[in-house]
């Protein structure tokens, strides 16, 4: 059994190299630092069992996009909106992402097609723009299948040239091709088609 990476630990490691008690520790910290960037925090109340739910639910019945619409506001046309949704037939799954990320909207609609299992309503929670970007960083490291996803999307308004676009009001075109290919990114994940990892050299200039 390995054991706890940090100084002066000789208990057994859990999760990362580390014990459960510096792991928690290092979640902590790194929900602090997170909170500090986006404005946004979580609840007292949650655990990282529920983050751990929460992620596994975004895994299974979740969507992780980022997407473009047309904009006569910008000098290229188009604008880029982070978006994080869940959906389920019940209500209390979607309530209870919206009560410990602290926001997002949720919408019913009822389908009716003939199919019976169709006709119940089904909930959507959606959340977009920065929260769903600081979302996206808080579960990208407990995510399986949409980790990748949710790295573009929490990179998404961390750049320099990001930040010199909301100083300037303008959009370098370095700026705006990193963009794009971060909804390639993430529009290859979610179709399953081969893309480079966001952990190649390919892909490193879309996170500087």
């Known amino acids: 059994m390995n ?4 100084e002066g630990c000789d208990r057994n490691a859990h999760a990362k190299g ?7 520790k290092q979640r902590r910290y790194e929900d602090r630092v997170l909170r500090g960037q986006a404005g946004f925090g979580l609840p007292e109340w949650v655990t990282d069992a529920d983050l751990g739910y929460a992620a596994g639910y975004i895994d299974a019945d979740g969507t992780i996009t980022l997407a473009t619409t047309k904009s006569t506001s910008t000098v290229h046309g188009i604008a880029f909106y982070p978006h994080v949704s869940a959906v389920s037939i019940d209500p209390d799954s979607v309530i209870f992402l919206q ?3 602290g926001g997002g909207k949720i919408i019913t609609r009822c389908r009716k097609d003939g199919n019976l299992r169709s006709n119940f309503p089904i909930h959507t929670w959606y959340v977009s723009g920065k929260r769903a970007s600081w979302i996206c960083g808080l ?6 299948i949409k980790q990748e996803q949710a790295k573009a999307v929490s990179d998404f308004y961390n750049s320099s040239t990001w930040q010199q676009t909301c100083v300037t ?5 370095s700026e705006f091709q990193r963009r794009l290919k971060l909804v390639d990114v993430v529009k290859y994940r979610n179709q399953r088609k081969y893309l480079p990892s966001l952990d190649s050299g390919d892909m490193d200039e879309a996170y500087t």
């Open 169 to 173: 009001n303008t959009m370098p075109e």
């Open 3 to 6: 054991k706890c990476e940090s």
């Open 139 to 144: 579960l990208q490291p407990l995510l399986k």
């Open 99 to 101: 009560n410990v990320f």
């Open 18 to 24: 580390k014990c459960l008690m510096h792991y928690k």
